[in-house]
C-alpha cells in the first residue's frame, strides 16, 4: 500500500522535471558594453584627448594591452526572442588625441572616417 501512496509523487516530479522543454520559460535579456547614444557620438572631434573622450562616452570596455593610443567600445544585446546584435565602435589616438574612429554606428562624425 505503501509504494502505490509514493508513485503518484514520483510521477508528478517526472512530468515536473520535463516540461522545461516542452513550456516555455523566461529568459532574461542580456546587455553588455557600453551604451553609446548618436548624440554623444555625434559629439566626438578630432583632437579630443582621451579625458574628454572619456567624460564623454565612458570608460571604454576593452583596453588594448599592445596598442595604448586604441579605445574599444562594443555593445551587445541578446534578447529573449530576436537578433544577437553587436555594435563596435574604435577610436584610433595619436599622441593622445583622438585622430579616427570606425565602427557600426552611422553618426560617426565625417571627420573622423579614415
Known amino acids: ?3 502505490f ?5 514520483i510521477l508528478l516530479a517526472v512530468l515536473l522535471a520535463s516540461c522545461t522543454s516542452i513550456v516555455p520559460y523566461y529568459k532574461a535579456d542580456i546587455q553588455q558594453g557600453n ?6 557620438i555625434a ?3 578630432p583632437g579630443m584627448t582621451r579625458i574628454e ?5 565612458g570608460d571604454a ?9 586604441q579605445l574599444q567600445y562594443i555593445y551587445t544585446d541578446k534578447p529573449n526572442q530576436g537578433k544577437y546584435v553587436e555594435k563596435r565602435l ?6 593622445g588625441k583622438l585622430v579616427s574612429a570606425k565602427g557600426d554606428y552611422p553618426a560617426i562624425p565625417a571627420s573622423l572616417k579614415k
Open 1 to 3: 500500500m505503501r509504494q
Open 5 to 9: 501512496l509514493l508513485l503518484p509523487f
Open 35 to 40: 551604451v553609446l547614444p548618436a548624440a554623444k
Open 43 to 45: 559629439k566626438l572631434k
Open 53 to 57: 573622450i572619456t567624460n564623454l562616452l
Open 61 to 69: 570596455v576593452l583596453q588594448n594591452s599592445l596598442d595604448s593610443q
Open 90 to 95: 574604435l577610436l584610433q589616438l595619436r599622441n
